[in-house]
Every structure is written in C-alpha cells, then in structure tokens.
C-alpha cells in the first residue's frame, strides 16, 4: 500500500505533464486542420484508405446480410408486385417501340448533321465501400482511387441520376460527396422553362432549388438536370425532379435510388479549359493536336502539361476495367444523357 | 498481481475490440436514404460507462488511439473531439472517487452533464476557428440519444462484458 502512495505521488504530476502535452498536440492538429485544410484532408484520405478496405471483409458480409433482409420484406408482397410489374412491362413494351423508333431516326439525323458525341463521358465503375459514419456528413467511399485515373471533382451517377461528385482522392478509394450533403451546391436547369438554380444540399432527402428567378414557371415534376455551368459537372445529366413541400419550397426529388446505393459510375469529365499557366488567357490552349502544338507554340511547355491532363483523365481506362469488369469505353454505351441539344445546334 | 495485469490488458483488447465493431457497424452504407434522428454515439456511451467501471483500464493513450482513428474516419475535425473527450475523462476520472458509491440516477446525471458539456465545448471551439458546424437542433438531439442509450451500453457492459464496478477500497490502490 504504502509503496502504491509512493508511486502515486511522482507518477501523477508525471501523468498531468503527458496529459497537457497530449491536450496540446491534439489541439494544434485541428488547428492545422483549419489552417492547411487539404492536405490534412489528404492524410485523411490516406488514413481511411489503409483502414477501410482492411475492415472490408468483415463489413461486406454484414453489409450483404441487411441487405437481404431489407430484400427479404419484400417478398411478403410478391403477389402485389408481380400484377405491378406486369403492368409495367406492357407499358415498357411500348416504350420501346418507341424509343427504338426514335432511336433510329435520331441515328439517321445525326448522320445528316455529322454530330460527334462527346467520347469523353465514358465512366469508370466502382462499389461502395462505407458511407460517412457521421449522421451530419452525407458522403461515400468507393473502391476506385487515383490508380484508376480518377480525379477530384467528377460526377458520379447511379444507373440513372446524379449521386453526387469526387471530393477526395486516395489511391485506392475516393470520397464521393452526395447532393443531400449540407455542403454540397451543383448548377442545375429546370426542364422545360430552362430556368437556372443551384441545387442545396440541407442533409434531407430532397436538396433545395435556390436562386429560381421565377418561380412560378417551375411546377412540381419538372425535371432538373445539370446545367454544366462553371464546369463543376456536365451538361444535361438526369437529376430529379422539381417537388413543392407544403411550406412553398422548392426542392428536388433525385432520381438516384439513394436507398440502394452499390455500384457507381464516374464520369470522365473534360479537363476543362483550365489555364495553367498567365500566358494561356492570351493563346488558346486548346486545339490540342501534337504536331500543331509542337510547330506554332513558342512555348511548349503549358500545351504538354495540358496534354499530360488530358492524357490523365483519358488513361487508366484498362485499369478502371478491371476493377469491375464494368466499365465500358464504346461511345454508344447507355449513359442516361439525353441527346446533346445544344452541340448538335453548334455544329449547325 | 499478476492475474490483474492480465485482466487489464484482456479488458483493454475487448475494449478496443468494440470500438472497432462500432466504427465498422457506423460506417456500413445502409441507412444512406433515412434522415430522421441523429444515431446516438455508442462509442461515448461505452467509453463514458467502461470509465466509471474500471478507470484502470480505460487509460490515456487508448483513449486517445480510439477517438482519434474515429476522428479521422468519420470526417470530423481531426483532434478536436479527441482533446475534448480526454478532458471529460480526466475531469469524471477526479470525480469518480467520490461517485462510486451513489447510485445509477447520479452517474447518469454526471454523464448527462459531461456529454452537454462535451457538445458545446466543441461548438464553442469550432465557432472560434470560423469552422462549419451542424445545426444546434441536431446535435443537441445527438446528445440527447447519447445520454439515453446510456443505461443500455451501462447493462451490456455488466451483463455481457462483465466490466462491473470495483469497490472503493481497490479504486485507491489503483
């Protein structure tokens, strides 16, 4: 006992100075947090790259189990759904006649207009890997990273709508930030009035549609697709739709099955006309051919730091292949975009 | 003196154990489509519970390895929540000598008292660094459930983990 006193009596100023200096330490991490934001959001990314995918295979099981459980509810209304889906399908079925009608007409004028698709929204596919964990954060991990090619600030759509967009690189995995996230602002037009808003994200299921200069042109069940402004997303990807709470605000209902999220696509979106260098507000930094550049650029340099990026976003598409066997490169893949409007009015 | 070394680092293990399974269960992608209430923070609950049991155990540099990983994983500030985490636990660490033998309303209005103090510290500290922060409403609720889940992660501790409380005699020597 009484050598327990003993000890007691240096070990606990001993303990106060380990504390303080702990307490110290601690704090100035979060300061640099707030004064050197991304490279500390770098370690975080690298911190979560080397934990999360090693909690993979005890996560995925448990993962699977609610799945099928959440599933499994399902089955106790198979009668219902069976009549319902029948339904449906006579109804697609003649959807598709007529979308195969229109399918070959547009093929046909697109002939005559000699429209080139945009060959630079393929996509890379991953699976979610976790969410945020946080109840105020609305982001996901997937199992894609900087060694696929991806890039910060893409967008990433479920089969259908838009899901959110890369905020986070780490080599292995990426952080997608979700439109419902209290952090999150996307451009978007309302179809068909055109009108332009920003989408907000207020950690509800329905973000909120703001700055609408009329908002009495948009009705409930418009549909909201991105307006590629600021270069933040592309053009025209599917959204939602416009819905009217009860208390007169405007938001939308995304068309992104936000229940079952499992396998995203990104998109490879444009570099941009991102200026690298002051001298490039001056030239043109695109037409981008080798030989062109090469000949008539005085200054070499910024076009090959531009070609480098684009040959960045354009590679790792083998790699982004194999991590799922999904991703797919042919120009005519299914992509959910509706057809290039405005390009096709340019090239005329 | 031997076999409580032992139980000491067997209990530590445990404990890290489960914070482990909490941190995985949180980061499952399932509830991404539910915005209702705030999920309570289990791994406070059973931090908060484990210290008022066995203070011996729960020591700094675990407590510190924990929270931060936490920290990290759950995109919140890195540190912060840590540093304010072991001060609370230091504080109710003081405390617990005089607390050990009232009974559960009391230990559960000090926790209560430690999680408030907790959430508006954070807030006072990130309205001083001009960071975002989430909504009063919301996090007032998150602390809300915390407390509440409280006597649960109290009973699993004593009833599946068998982190009971040590008497007074043995809290001295410790």
Same mark, same amino acid.
């Given at each position: 006992?009484?050598?327990?006193?003993?000890?007691?009596?240096?070990?606990?100023?001993?303990?106060?100075?380990?504390?303080?200096?702990?307490?110290?330490?601690?704090?100035?991490?979060?300061?640099?947090?707030?004064?050197?934001?991304?490279?500390?959001?770098?370690?975080?990314?690298?911190?979560?790259?080397?934990?999360?995918?090693?909690?993979?295979?005890?996560?995925?099981?448990?993962?699977?189990?609610?799945?099928?459980?959440?599933?499994?509810?399902?089955?106790?209304?198979?009668?219902?759904?069976?009549?319902?889906?029948?339904?449906?399908?006579?109804?697609?079925?003649?959807?598709?006649?007529?979308?195969?009608?229109?399918?070959?007409?547009?093929?046909?004028?697109? /002939?005559?207009? &000699?429209?080139?698709?945009?060959?630079? +929204?393929?996509?890379?596919? %991953?699976?979610? $890997?976790? @969410?945020? !964990?946080?109840?105020?954060?609305?982001?996901?991990?997937?199992?894609?990273?900087?060694?696929?090619?991806?890039?910060?600030?893409?967008?990433?759509?479920?089969?259908?709508?838009?899901?959110?967009?890369?905020?986070?690189?780490?080599?292995?995995?990426?952080?997608?930030?979700?439109?419902?996230?209290?952090?999150?602002?996307?451009?978007?037009?309302?179809?068909?009035?055109?009108?332009?808003?920003?989408?907000?994200?207020?950690?509800?299921?329905?973000?909120?549609?703001?700055?609408?200069?009329?908002?009495?042109?948009?009705?409930?069940?418009?549909?909201?697709?991105?307006?590629?402004?600021?270069?933040?997303?592309?053009?025209?990807?599917?959204?939602?739709?416009?819905?009217?709470?009860?208390?007169?605000?405007?938001?939308?209902?995304?068309?992104? /099955?936000?229940? &079952?999220?499992?396998?995203?696509?990104? +998109?490879?979106?444009?570099? %941009?006309?991102? $200026?690298? @260098?002051? !001298?490039?507000?001056?030239?043109?930094?695109?037409?981008?051919?080798?030989?062109?550049?090469?000949?008539?650029?005085?200054?070499?340099?910024?076009?090959?730091?531009?070609?480098?990026?684009?040959?960045?976003?354009?590679?790792?598409?083998?790699?982004?292949?194999?991590?799922?066997?999904?991703?797919?490169?042919?120009?005519?893949?299914?992509?959910?975009?509706?057809?290039?409007?405005?390009?096709?009015?340019?090239?005329? | 003196?031997?076999?409580?070394?032992?139980?000491?680092?067997?209990?530590?293990?445990?404990?890290?154990?489960?914070?482990?399974?909490?941190?995985?269960?949180?980061?499952?992608?399932?509830?991404?489509?539910?915005?209702?209430?705030?999920?309570?923070?289990?791994?406070?609950?059973?931090?908060?519970?484990?210290?008022?049991?066995?203070?011996?155990?729960?020591?700094?540099?675990?407590?510190?390895?924990?929270?931060?990983?936490?920290?990290?994983?759950?995109?919140?500030?890195?540190?912060?929540?840590?540093?304010?985490?072991?001060?609370?636990?230091?504080?109710?660490?003081?405390?617990?000598?005089?607390?050990?033998?009232?009974?559960?309303?009391?230990?559960?209005?000090?926790?209560?008292?430690?999680?408030?103090?907790?959430?508006?510290?954070?807030?006072?500290?990130?309205?001083?660094?001009?960071?975002?922060?989430?909504?009063?409403?919301?996090?007032?609720?998150?602390?809300?459930?915390?407390?509440?889940?409280?006597?649960?992660?109290?009973?699993?501790?004593?009833?599946?983990?068998?982190?009971?409380?040590?008497?007074?005699?043995?809290?001295?020597?410790?």
């Amino acid at each position: 006992m009484a050598r327990d006193r003993d000890e007691d009596s240096y070990a606990r100023p001993v303990r106060r100075l380990l504390l303080t200096v702990l307490l110290l330490c601690l704090f100035s991490l979060t300061l640099i947090w707030r004064i050197d934001n991304p490279r500390m959001e770098r370690l975080r990314a690298a911190i979560t790259d080397s934990v999360v995918p090693n909690m993979e295979w005890a996560m995925a099981p448990v993962t699977g189990a609610a799945r099928m459980a959440d599933n499994f509810q399902s089955y106790t209304r198979l009668y219902e759904q069976n009549q319902e889906l029948r339904r449906e399908l006579q109804q697609m079925r003649a959807f598709r006649e007529a979308a195969i009608q229109l399918e070959q007409e547009n093929a046909r004028l697109r /002939d005559l207009a &000699r429209v080139q698709l945009d060959p630079e +929204l393929t996509y890379v596919t %991953g699976v979610v $890997l976790a @969410d945020s !964990g946080s109840p105020f954060r609305r982001s996901l991990l997937l199992n894609v990273g900087a060694r696929d090619g991806i890039l910060n600030g893409w967008a990433t759509m479920d089969g259908l709508g838009v899901v959110g967009r890369i905020s986070g690189v780490a080599d292995s995995t990426s952080r997608v930030v979700l439109l419902t996230d209290a952090n999150s602002r996307i451009p978007v037009t309302i179809q068909p009035s055109g009108q332009q808003a920003l989408l907000t994200g207020d950690n509800s299921q329905a973000p909120i549609l703001e700055f609408i200069e009329d908002p009495e042109d948009v009705s409930p069940g418009d549909r909201v697709v991105t307006s590629g402004d600021g270069g933040v997303f592309p053009p025209d990807l599917l959204v939602g739709q416009v819905a009217v709470t009860r208390d007169g605000r405007i938001r939308a209902r995304l068309a992104a /099955d936000y229940g &079952r999220l499992n396998f995203l696509r990104v +998109l490879r979106s444009h570099p %941009g006309s991102t $200026l690298l @260098d002051t !001298g490039d507000i001056i030239g043109p930094p695109w037409p981008l051919e080798p030989e062109a550049a090469s000949e008539s650029g005085p200054d070499p340099a910024p076009s090959e730091r531009v070609q480098d990026l684009i040959e960045d976003a354009i590679g790792g598409d083998t790699s982004g292949e194999d991590t799922l066997g999904e991703g797919s490169d042919d120009s005519d893949a299914p992509i959910p975009v509706p057809a290039p409007r405005p390009r096709a009015e340019v090239t005329q | 003196m031997d076999r409580q070394v032992w139980y000491i680092w067997s209990t530590r293990a445990l404990f890290m154990a489960l914070a482990l399974v909490i941190l995985g269960l949180q980061l499952l992608p399932l509830g991404l489509s539910d915005t209702g209430l705030p999920p309570p923070d289990w791994l406070l609950a059973f931090t908060l519970a484990w210290l008022y049991r066995q203070p011996v155990v729960m020591s700094i540099g675990m407590i510190v390895v924990v929270f931060l990983l936490a920290d990290f994983l759950l995109q919140r500030p890195p540190g912060l929540w840590t540093a304010l985490v072991l001060l609370i636990t230091e504080w109710l660490r003081q405390r617990r000598v005089t607390l050990t033998e009232v009974n559960f309303l009391i230990e559960w209005g000090s926790i209560a008292g430690a999680v408030l103090a907790l959430l508006l510290l954070e807030r006072f500290v990130l309205w001083i660094l001009v960071a975002p922060q989430t909504s009063l409403g919301l996090s007032l609720m998150h602390g809300l459930l915390t407390v509440a889940v409280y006597p649960i992660a109290v009973a699993v501790s004593h009833y599946v983990f068998r982190v009971r409380k040590v008497a007074l005699s043995d809290a001295e020597t410790a």
